[in-house]
Protein backbone atom coordinates (compact mmCIF):
# COMPACT_ATOMS: atom_id res chain seq x y z
CA UNK A 1 0.00 0.00 0.00
CA UNK A 2 1.47 3.19 -0.99
CA UNK A 3 0.35 6.80 0.81
CA UNK A 4 0.64 10.04 -0.37
CA UNK A 5 0.44 12.98 1.41
CA UNK A 6 0.48 16.58 -0.48
CA UNK A 7 1.47 19.96 0.75
CA UNK A 8 1.82 23.24 -0.52
CA UNK A 9 -1.12 24.06 -1.40
CA UNK A 10 -2.67 28.29 -0.82
CA UNK A 11 -4.46 31.37 -1.90
CA UNK A 12 -3.01 33.19 -4.37
CA UNK A 13 -3.14 36.43 -6.71
CA UNK A 14 -3.32 35.91 -10.59
CA UNK A 15 0.61 35.48 -11.81
CA UNK A 16 1.50 34.26 -8.93
CA UNK A 17 3.73 30.91 -8.03
CA UNK A 18 3.26 27.84 -6.17
CA UNK A 19 5.13 24.69 -5.32
CA UNK A 20 2.63 21.65 -4.29
CA UNK A 21 5.07 18.21 -2.82
CA UNK A 22 3.94 15.15 -2.58
CA UNK A 23 5.76 12.45 -0.92
CA UNK A 24 5.43 8.68 -1.24
CA UNK A 25 6.00 5.98 1.34
CA UNK A 26 8.57 3.65 1.37
CA UNK A 27 8.69 1.50 -1.32
CA UNK A 28 6.31 3.13 -3.66
CA UNK A 29 8.14 2.20 -6.63
CA UNK A 30 7.44 -1.29 -6.31
CA UNK A 31 3.95 -0.44 -6.61
CA UNK A 32 3.72 2.60 -9.38
CA UNK A 33 5.37 3.66 -12.46
CA UNK A 34 4.04 7.01 -12.74
CA UNK A 35 3.27 9.83 -10.44
CA UNK A 36 1.56 12.68 -10.83
CA UNK A 37 -1.60 15.49 -9.92
CA UNK A 38 -4.64 15.85 -11.22
CA UNK A 39 -7.21 18.46 -9.89
CA UNK A 40 -11.05 18.75 -9.88
CA UNK A 41 -13.16 21.87 -8.89
CA UNK A 42 -17.18 21.58 -7.69
CA UNK A 43 -19.14 20.37 -10.44
CA UNK A 44 -16.24 18.92 -12.70
CA UNK A 45 -14.54 15.96 -13.61
CA UNK A 46 -11.36 15.46 -12.07
CA UNK A 47 -8.54 16.28 -14.68
CA UNK A 48 -4.72 15.50 -15.17
CA UNK A 49 -2.32 18.33 -14.35
CA UNK A 50 0.99 16.54 -14.75
CA UNK A 51 2.54 13.22 -14.69
CA UNK A 52 5.95 11.77 -14.52
CA UNK A 53 6.95 8.49 -15.13
CA UNK A 54 9.48 7.92 -12.13
CA UNK A 55 9.74 3.95 -13.33
CA UNK A 56 12.61 4.97 -16.47
CA UNK A 57 13.50 8.29 -18.10
CA UNK A 58 11.58 10.39 -16.28
CA UNK A 59 9.21 12.54 -19.20
CA UNK A 60 6.56 14.04 -18.06
CA UNK A 61 3.54 15.00 -19.24
CA UNK A 62 0.65 17.48 -19.32
CA UNK A 63 -2.62 18.58 -19.45
CA UNK A 64 -3.41 21.25 -22.39
CA UNK A 65 -4.26 24.03 -20.04
CA UNK A 66 -1.25 23.57 -17.83
CA UNK A 67 1.72 23.32 -20.98
CA UNK A 68 4.10 26.05 -20.65
CA UNK A 69 3.53 26.85 -16.94
CA UNK A 70 3.54 23.93 -14.95
CA UNK A 71 6.34 21.74 -14.51
CA UNK A 72 6.38 18.07 -12.53
CA UNK A 73 10.01 17.17 -10.99
CA UNK A 74 10.93 13.67 -9.03
CA UNK A 75 13.34 13.16 -6.27
CA UNK A 76 13.98 9.97 -5.88
CA UNK A 77 16.02 10.17 -2.84
CA UNK A 78 13.18 12.08 -0.97
CA UNK A 79 10.40 9.72 -2.81
CA UNK A 80 8.82 13.39 -3.22
CA UNK A 81 6.74 14.48 -6.46
CA UNK A 82 6.81 18.04 -6.88
CA UNK A 83 4.91 20.61 -9.02
CA UNK A 84 5.98 23.90 -9.69
CA UNK A 85 2.92 26.10 -10.94
CA UNK A 86 3.67 29.53 -12.70
CA UNK A 87 1.53 32.42 -14.12
CA UNK A 88 -1.16 31.00 -12.16
CA UNK A 89 -4.93 31.94 -13.26
CA UNK A 90 -8.81 31.89 -11.45
CA UNK A 91 -8.93 29.14 -13.74
CA UNK A 92 -6.61 26.99 -12.10
CA UNK A 93 -8.79 26.86 -8.80
CA UNK A 94 -8.85 23.58 -7.38
CA UNK A 95 -8.83 20.79 -5.16
CA UNK A 96 -5.31 19.16 -6.13
CA UNK A 97 -4.46 15.36 -5.70
CA UNK A 98 -1.58 13.35 -5.88
CA UNK A 99 -1.61 10.22 -7.63
CA UNK A 100 0.76 7.06 -8.24
CA UNK A 101 -0.11 4.17 -10.66
CA UNK A 102 1.05 1.22 -12.25
CA UNK A 103 0.38 2.33 -15.89
CA UNK A 104 0.64 -0.10 -18.78
CA UNK A 105 0.22 2.58 -21.54
CA UNK A 106 1.07 5.88 -21.60
CA UNK A 107 -1.81 7.15 -23.20
CA UNK A 108 -3.68 6.19 -20.00
CA UNK A 109 -2.06 8.83 -18.03
CA UNK A 110 -5.02 11.07 -18.29
CA UNK A 111 -7.12 8.70 -17.09
CA UNK A 112 -7.63 8.80 -13.03
CA UNK A 113 -9.19 5.34 -12.69
CA UNK A 114 -5.46 3.80 -13.91
CA UNK A 115 -3.99 5.27 -10.66
CA UNK A 116 -4.38 3.42 -7.55
CA UNK A 117 -2.94 5.32 -5.06
CA UNK A 118 -4.22 8.94 -4.41
CA UNK A 119 -3.40 11.59 -1.64
CA UNK A 120 -5.98 13.41 0.39
CA UNK A 121 -5.95 16.49 -1.45
CA UNK A 122 -4.40 20.47 -1.40
CA UNK A 123 -6.62 23.51 -2.18
CA UNK A 124 -5.07 25.82 -4.62
CA UNK A 125 -7.27 29.26 -4.71
CA UNK A 126 -6.08 31.61 -7.63
CA UNK A 127 -8.20 35.08 -7.17
CA UNK A 128 -8.45 37.89 -10.26
Known amino acids: QVQLVESGGGSVQAGESLRLSCEAS?????????MGWFRQSPGKEREVVATIFIGGDGQSYYGDSVTGRFTISHDNAKRTVYLQMNMLKPEDTGMYYC???????????????????WGQGTQVTVSS
Open 26 to 34: SGYTYSSNF
Open 99 to 117: AAGLLTYVSDFRVPQKYNY
